[in-house]
């Protein structure tokens, strides 16, 4: 078992240069692949994740938000533990294609590759889901993209008796709805409706993503099939 010095070590090296792989490591401090991997992921927790495009260049003032909306949620858990967790839903939408090609980790094999594109058709999918899985998978009519009213419509019509039906008791608990800051989502009359509904919506930072799961374990595991 590597010493604590060692695991500091690997991960001031890791701050240095975050793009550094195993095997540098591994090499750097004379270990083998498996023992650093070990240090590096269950340690430290660290993960190679890709970096994304964000709308703009955080600023101090949304920095301190990020923290202070986190920190909020963490302290709610801590005060409230897993019951929190499961009267969260979570919604977003995504264009989803007719056909989506291969990605390159999916097609790496000794070929010729040709160049595929994605189809033309494309329908813009609006799912909520929980710690269970999907409640509502809501697919727009062709052409037609989410704005303020067909949202409205949809919280009322779709997903009240979706969640009365697949979540019993979720309702009388209130339910805790976590979407973007999109215009649909914070429209006049949205926020009527959710209040109408009684739902409550958890803080959500401007401009951050990253902080959005169906991001991470949804849309693109799925688009990855």
Known sequence: MASETVKQQVEQR????????????AAAFNMSHGSTYSIV??????????????????????????????????????????????????EDESWVYHYEPESKRQSMQWNKKFKTQASAGKVMLTIFWDVSGPILVHFQEKGQTVISAR??????????PAIRSKCRGLLSKRVLLLHDNTHPHTAAHTVDTLCDSKFEVLKHPLYSPDLAPSDFHLFGPMKER
Request: charged fraction near 35%; include cysteine; proline fraction near 1%.
């Open 14 to 25: 890791i701050r240095d240069y975050r793009r550094v792989t195993v095997d540098e490591i």
């Open 41 to 90: 992921h269950n340690d430290l927790w660290y993960r190679k994740v890709c970096s994304r495009w964000v709308p703009r260049q955080l600023s101090d003032d949304h920095k301190r938000a990020r923290q202070t909306i986190c920190q909020e949620h963490l302290d709610r858990h801590a005060r409230e533990g897993d019951a929190f967790l499961h009267r969260v839903v979570t």
């Open 151 to 160: 949202y409205s419509d949809m919280l009322v019509s779709e997903l009240k």
